[in-house]
C-alpha cells in the first residue's frame, strides 16, 4: 500500500490528541495530507463516503479495552479494512493554566475514556471533583484554555498543552504502568491486502446461530485444530435482539498463509456469516525485529529447500 502527499488521511482532532500523535509516528501518513475531525465516527463515515483515502482510529486500550463506537462502526456500517495496526504508549497529562495549585481544582474535563484510565490519581489527587465529557482530550484542552478559570482543569496531552499555552500541572496519571493504545488505518477495499510481512495479524467477524449450542466452540476448534494464536476474542451484540452476539477475532497470521486461509475457508462455510476485517502488519515496538526474523528465518528455509531439491533425481 503506497500512501502519498496526496492521500487523504482523516483521524480525531484537533492538534494535539493522542491519534495525532500516532499519524505523525508514521513517516509516510505524516507526510499526507490531513484531515481532523471530531469523532471516529466522523473519521470511518468519511472513509466510507469517499471524503477520505484512509482513516486512523483507536480499537482498543490497555486499561479500558475496546473503543465500541470504533468496533461496532466497522462491523455493522462500512465495509472497510484495517491495512495497518499502531500501537502508542500513552502518557496522560493533568493541564491547566500556568500556576494553577492542584488545591483550586474543581473540574476536569476530557474525553471519557481517557478520564477513565486515570480514576484512581484524581480520586487521590483531587479528590470528588465535577467531571465534564469532551470529543477529545485535544478539545478538552482547547476548553481549558479558552476558559481561563483556575479551577477548570484538562487531560491531555503535552503537545496539546503547548500548543495552547498551558502548563503540565501532573504527568503520568493513567492508574496503571503500560498504559497503550492500539489504533487502525482503515480504508475502502479497493485499498488492496498489504502483503504479508511475517508478522501480520488478521481480524474477522463471526455470525452464530443463535439456535445453535456449541457454535462459539466450533469457532474456537477451527483455530485450535490448526494451531493458530488468537491475540483477541470478543462478543459484541448484534443489534437485533437480547441475546444474539457476534465474535471479533484477531489471530496471528495472514490471509496469504495457507493455514490461516483455511480457516477462514472453513469458517465460512459452517457459519451464517464471517465479515473480513483485514489482514495487516502487526503493531508494537518489536514489530520490525520480528518481521525481519521472519524474513530471515523464510530466506534460510527457501535455501535449504532448494539445496535439498537440487539432489532430485532429474
Not at 159 to 173: K, S
Not at 190 to 212: L, Y
Request: overall charge negative; glycine content about 8%; aromatic content about 6%.
Amino acid at each position: 500500500m503506497r500512501v502519498t502527499s496526496s492521500t487523504t488521511v482523516a483521524y480525531l482532532g484537533p492538534t494535539g490528541t493522542f491519534t495525532e500523535e500516532a499519524l505523525l509516528s508514521q513517516p509516510d501518513l505524516a507526510a499526507a495530507r490531513h484531515l481532523a475531525l471530531n469523532s471516529f465516527s466522523d473519521v470511518l463515515d468519511a472513509v466510507g463516503e469517499k471524503e477520505a483515502d484512509l482513516g486512523l482510529v483507536a480499537l482498543e486500550n490497555s486499561i479500558e479495552g475496546t473503543v465500541n463506537i470504533t468496533l461496532d462502526k466497522l462491523i455493522f456500517s462500512h465495509e472497510l479494512w484495517i491495512v495497518r495496526e499502531l500501537q502508542l504508549p500513552v502518557a496522560q497529562c493533568l493541564v491547566g493554566l500556568p500556576g494553577t495549585r492542584l488545591a483550586e481544582v474543581t473540574k476536569v474535563v476530557s474525553m471519557p475514556v481517557a478520564t477513565a484510565q486515570c480514576r484512581g490519581w484524581l480520586a487521590a489527587n483531587l479528590g470528588r471533583v465535577e467531571e465534564e465529557a469532551s470529543p477529545s482530550t485535544a478539545d478538552a484542552v482547547r476548553r481549558v484554555a479558552d476558559g481561563r478559570d483556575n479551577r477548570v482543569c484538562a487531560i491531555g496531552t503535552r503537545r496539546a498543552a503547548e500548543v495552547h499555552g498551558l502548563e503540565v500541572l501532573a504527568a503520568g496519571i493513567e492508574d496503571h504502568d503500560g498504559n497503550t493504545t492500539r489504533f487502525a488505518l482503515v480504508a475502502r477495499p479497493e485499498w488492496g491486502i498489504p502483503a504479508p510481512t511475517g508478522h501480520d495479524k488478521t481480524s474477522i467477524v463471526c455470525f452464530q446461530s443463535s439456535d445453535h449450542p456449541g457454535s462459539l466452540h466450533t469457532i474456537l476448534g477451527q483455530f485450535a485444530a490448526r494451531n493458530l494464536n488468537l491475540t483477541k476474542l470478543e462478543s459484541r451484540p448484534t443489534k437485533k435482539a437480547l441475546g444474539e452476539y457476534c465474535f471479533v477475532i484477531d489471530v496471528d497470521g495472514h490471509l496469504a498463509d495457507e493455514v490461516v486461509a483455511d480457516c477462514l475457508r472453513d469458517l465460512h462455510a459452517s457459519l451464517p456469516a464471517v465479515k473480513f476485517l483485514g489482514s495487516y502488519p502487526a503493531g508494537g515496538a518489536e514489530g520490525a525485529e520480528r518481521r525481519r526474523e521472519a524474513t530471515d528465518a523464510w530466506l534460510a528455509a527457501d535455501a535449504w529447500l532448494r539445496e535439498l531439491r537440487g539432489h532430485l533425481e532429474r
